[in-house]
C-alpha cells in the first residue's frame, strides 16, 4: 500500500476519534453549565426566602415565618445534594440561627434583633460561598455582602436598621 492510501484511511478514523473525544468534552462542559444553572435558580429562591424570614421575624409574624422557613428547608434540602461542600457548610449554620430567631419572636425585641442579626450574618456567609460557586471568583467581599443586604433592606423599608 502506497502513502496515499494510508492517508484515506487514517484521516476519517482519526476524525471519528477526534469527534468523539471532543464530544465528550462538550457533553461534560453542557452537564457542568446545567448542574451550575440549577444552583443558580436554588440559590436566588433560598435568598428570596431567607428575606421572607427576615420581614416575618422583624414583623413577629409566627405563621408566615414557619411556612417561610419550611420552604426555605426544601430548598436547603435540593442544595445539600447538588452544591459543592463550601456552599453546604455554609448554610448548616444558618439554620441554625434561624431556629434560634425563631425561638424569640414573641420575646425580648433586643434579643430578637440579635439573633436576626446572627442569622443576617451566617446568610452573608452563605451568599458569598454561593458566589463563588456560581461565578468562579468575584471580587466582592463578604462585608461588601453584608453591607449591600442591609442597605437594600432598608431602602425597601422593610425594617428599620
Not at 101 to 124: F, P, T, Y
Request: charged share 25%.
Amino acid at each position: 500500500m502506497s502513502i496515499g492510501n494510508w492517508i484515506a484511511i487514517a484521516v476519517p478514523i482519526l476524525g471519528l476519534v477526534g469527534g468523539a473525544i471532543v464530544y465528550q468534552i462538550q457533553r461534560s462542559i453542557d452537564r457542568s453549565n446545567q448542574l451550575r444553572a440549577e444552583r443558580r435558580d436554588l440559590y436566588r429562591k433560598l435568598v428570596a426566602l431567607f428575606d421572607d424570614c427576615i420581614v416575618e421575624f422583624h414583623n413577629k409574624d409566627v405563621g408566615a415565618s414557619f411556612a417561610s422557613y419550611r420552604e426555605f428547608r426544601k430548598i436547603q434540602a435540593e442544595i445539600l445534594v447538588c452544591a459543592p461542600d463550601a456552599v453546604v457548610e455554609k448554610l448548616k449554620p444558618v439554620s441554625t440561627a434561624i431556629i434560634a430567631a425563631g425561638a424569640e419572636l414573641g420575646g425580648d425585641s433586643s434579643v430578637r434583633k440579635a439573633r436576626i442579626k446572627s442569622m443576617e450574618d451566617v446568610m452573608d456567609a452563605a451568599i458569598h460561598a454561593m458566589r463563588g460557586d456560581v461565578l468562579g471568583s468575584s471580587k466582592i467581599s463578604l462585608e461588601m455582602i453584608a453591607e449591600f443586604s442591609r442597605g437594600l433592606a432598608v431602602s425597601l423599608g422593610r425594617f428599620p436598621r
